[in-house]
T-cell receptor, first 116, second 112 residues
């Protein structure tokens, strides 16, 4: 079974530029998550989708971050404009069930973003 | 609010030593799930184990074992006879009725 796919693996941009990350979850997984992991810390949830609907985006900085999952499968996360503090690893995860069940999230390899 | 504390920032051992990674959690939820993930240098978080709050039975999987003690809100992870390939950052995580909350991780360095 293929795991969670993410691209690109690395991205270097200058501040105020825009950037987009792509994620393809494990086949059949209805729930998709985007996390931000700053160096030396654990991942922090940015947004959770159930199929193509948003379940939780309370920690997403909506003035610059946006995410979509139009067909309920793959997803994109965008940052516009980027700030220096956005330098982090962006992890995508998926699970077969949503909140309230014994779900386990499976993670992709992440995209390492460096904002100069 | 949920909280996960991994007090050990970094641990260094020599191959074949046993090592225990500590995890203490806080939650007001009566039902919750605890997880351990491994993050090797490649960056991907690898799922190791999930434990339900109502199941305090300890678990062993090969060289890995987990000790869940509800009385002390701890979910410790022991690697027996450590190997160089065990070198990674290990995260403990908690999910109650809300989102998955991670600790800050413990970096384990196993030297030959």
């Amino acid at each position: 079974e293929a795991g969670v796919a993410q691209s690109p693996r690395y991205k270097i941009i200058e501040k105020r530029q825009s950037v987009a990350f792509w994620c393809n979850p494990i086949s059949g997984h209805a729930t998709l998550y985007w996390y931000q992991q700053i160096l030396g810390q654990g991942p922090k949830l940015l947004i959770q989708f159930q199929n193509n609907g948003v379940v939780d985006d309370s920690q997403l900085p909506k003035d610059r971050f946006s995410a979509e999952r139009l067909k309920g499968v793959d997803s994109t996360l965008k940052i516009q404009p980027a700030k220096l503090e956005d330098s982090a690893v962006y992890l995508c995860a998926s699970s077969s069930v949503g909140q309230g069940d014994q779900e386990t999230q499976y993670f992709g390899p992440g995209t390492r973003l460096l904002v100069l | 609010a949920q909280k996960v504390t991994q007090a050990q920032t970094e641990i260094s051992v020599v191959e074949k030593e046993d090592v225990t990674l500590d995890c203490v959690y806080e939650t007001r939820d009566t039902t919750y799930y605890l997880f351990w993930y491994k993050q090797p240098p490649s960056g991907e978080l690898v799922f190791l184990i999930r434990r339900n709050s109502f199941d305090e039975q300890n678990e062993i999987s090969g060289r890995y074992s987990w000790n869940f003690q509800k009385s002390t809100s701890s979910f410790n992870f022991t690697i027996t006879a450590s190997q160089v390939v065990d070198s990674a950052v290990y995260f403990c995580a908690l999910r109650g009725y809300s989102t998955l909350t991670f600790g800050k991780g413990t970096m384990l360095l196993v030297s030959p």
